[in-house]
């Protein structure tokens, strides 16, 4: 998971600059209700998924759907989070350049076991199966892919997306 104001970012920090860099609305709570409101039509597109620190939206996920990305948010309400931790600004250290840490402290920004279920959602409409998958490879990349976020693998084409079973069903 990566804070916003981690990335230097000409515009500045915020909730605007991750939606600028996602190129997604949002971030919205992630729940049936509001997935109704928010996304209203049956379309390719995508979405990031992670809850809030503050005013800050953290990106845990980064997902698409070929058909209905409306329908694969309702798939996620309520769907837990691989490996949610509290963010790194609450642990009562932090890492630099040639700080050693001490052998018993726990991995960087992991203090702590919060609420395991993704709480917030972002998506955007693809014009395409093809624009989506495009456009979650992108995300990715940007968000420090799957070492960084709780997606285990990247993407798959939509050619080939199919045949893995994982791609469709959230809870893995």
Same mark, same amino acid.
């Given at each position: /998971?990566?804070r916003?104001?981690?990335r230097?970012? *000409?515009?500045?920090?915020?909730m605007n ?6 190129? /997604?609305?949002?971030?919205?709570p ?6 109704d409101e928010?996304v209203t039509r049956?379309?390719?597109?995508n979405y990031?998924?992670g809850?809030?620190?503050?005013s800050?939206f /953290?990106v845990?996920f980064?997902?698409r ?5 409306r329908g ?7 769907a ?5 931790y *509290?963010p790194?600004?609450? *642990?009562?250290w ?5 700080f050693? /840490?001490p052998?018993d402290?726990?991995?960087l ?5 919060v609420d395991?279920?993704y709480?917030?959602?972002?998506y ?10 495009e456009?979650?490879?992108r ?9 960084e976020?709780d ?10 997306a ?8 959230p809870?893995r």
């Amino acid at each position: /998971m990566e804070r916003i104001e981690d990335r230097d970012f *000409a515009e500045g920090a915020g909730m605007n600059s991750i939606m600028r860099l996602l190129e /997604m609305n949002g971030s919205y709570p992630l729940t049936d209700e509001a997935v109704d409101e928010t996304v209203t039509r049956t379309s390719p597109g995508n979405y990031a998924l992670g809850y809030m620190d503050g005013s800050t939206f /953290m990106v845990s996920f980064i997902g698409r759907s070929d058909s209905d990305v409306r329908g694969r948010l309702h798939k996620w309400v309520g769907a837990p989070s691989r490996d949610r931790y *509290a963010p790194a600004s609450k *642990a009562a250290w932090a890492s630099r350049p040639g700080f050693l /840490m001490p052998m018993d402290a726990p991995a960087l920004g992991r203090v702590g076991v919060v609420d395991g279920n993704y709480t917030r959602f972002a998506y955007s409409y693809a014009p395409s199966a093809e624009a989506a998958f495009e456009r979650e490879c992108r995300n990715l990349d940007d968000f420090g892919g799957s070492g960084e976020l709780d997606n285990e693998r990247h993407p798959l084409p939509p050619s080939v997306a199919w045949m893995w079973p994982v791609h469709s069903h959230p809870n893995r």
